[in-house]
């Protein structure tokens, strides 16, 4: 049984006096401590969109899980050549591999275990940053935007069949296909709070299949920024001693555990198709790691690498979830995003540019 699973089988006093028994110990992480602590203490207005029943909150609670997904998703990210060459010309995960690893699981971390008011906000504020990573393809003249459209399907929708086999994997193996079914359903949402309209994404194991199996020989391609970024995730730097060095060990076990969960066209254009010794071993130190990292002492001590945000959110739904049950996602965020200053054009450039694209491929 899960860490959430576990709490959400207790009485709300129960689980509120299991989840702050370890309290004390976020002491120890000075003014991050507390700020997480004052998170989780927060009082909230509703459930949010996912609420205690969802299966989204049982895969994102996971941070092993939640990690691999957010480290992993950004090479297959890079596999769109179109964002891999606006997002190489932006990213700071070069130099700062820690904090954009937290800012992600922030992310996802409020619109998943946040009440409503907060899963729209995190959606705006992430919206706007992203409406400042702009840039010119190299060759081609076109330009990039971070919120069209397309750029962003491509990164969720890819992302979302690792992130529910790394679940699978490491997480819960006894998922079955209907927990698969409702985790597709949930994730539009997320995806949505981030500026995606309704209506553009696959909502079904079976359509987003269909749509990653279209994207491989028509999109996808193995560029110069993909191969970076794999150059990275498999040999980071040892330096500077923190955090780099000290993440150094977990980054690499973290990502060749990953690569077995990826289609076998990624493996095979990015090259990581024939090392399996590097790949069952980096599984079996995961596993072994998973069966510990949702312990509460664990939970309690591991806020410097996950962020103090990401903590807070997940444990003030423990604490403060007023029961109301899943709020109906009735409104149609992603459109007001993209209508609104900075994202008009976002959904038209997208097109263009992955139309060239695969003309260029054929």
Known sequence: ??????????????????????????GLHGKNGKKALAMA??????DGYFGPDSISWKVYENVLVAGMGAMSGLFLAMLDPVGAYGVGQHTVYYYDTLGRTRRSL??????????????????????RKHSHVNGEIPGSGEQFRAN???????????????????????????ATAEDERQFYAEQHIVAELLGIPTGELPLTPEDVDAWVANAEPNIMAFTRPAQEILDFLTSPPWTPVWPLGAINPFVRILFWASVPLMSPYVREIGGLANIPLRTKLSAVVIKQVAKVVNHPIVDHLIVPFVGYEMWGYAHNALRHAPETGRVPFTHNPGLTL??????????????????????AKR
């Open 1 to 26: 049984m899960s860490f959430v699973s576990e709490m959400l089988s207790k009485t709300p006093e129960e689980r509120r006096a299991a989840d702050r028994r370890f309290d004390f110990l976020l």
């Open 41 to 46: 203490e927060a009082p909230r207005i509703d």
């Open 106 to 127: 922030l992310f996802f971390a409020g619109a998943v275990f946040g009440d409503s008011a907060t899963a729209d906000k995190v959606g705006r504020d992430l919206f």
């Open 148 to 174: 069209h459209v397309e750029a962003l399907k491509f990164t969720y929708i890819a992302g979302w069949q690792l992130l529910w086999r790394a679940y699978k994997a490491y997480g819960d193996p006894n």
């Open 338 to 359: 993209q209508q609104g200053k900075g994202g008009t054009l976002q959904h038209t450039i997208g097109q263009q540019a992955h139309a060239g694209l695969q003309e």
